[in-house]
């Protein structure tokens, strides 16, 4: 359960923007959509291994 400290006189805009900073930290939204489909760990894998492979090429060419 998330709990946001509210100050006295704090601007319910405010609150809601802790509130959804202390959600996104959390990972629960992330968490929920790899858990809707399934996927292969091979497939996973050759995600990261193309993501890393991109980083690389960025960095490469960066340089």
Known sequence: ???V???EGENIE???KKF???FERTGI???LR???AFEKP???NRKKMMK???VQQLRQAEQ
């Open 52 to 54: 890393a492979i991109y």
């Open 42 to 44: 091979s497939v996973t």
């Open 14 to 16: 405010k609150a809601l």
């Open 29 to 31: 939204v992330r968490e």
């Open 5 to 7: 400290q509210v100050k």
């Open 20 to 22: 959804k900073r202390k």
């Open 34 to 36: 790899s858990r809707q």
């Open 1 to 3: 359960m998330i709990i």
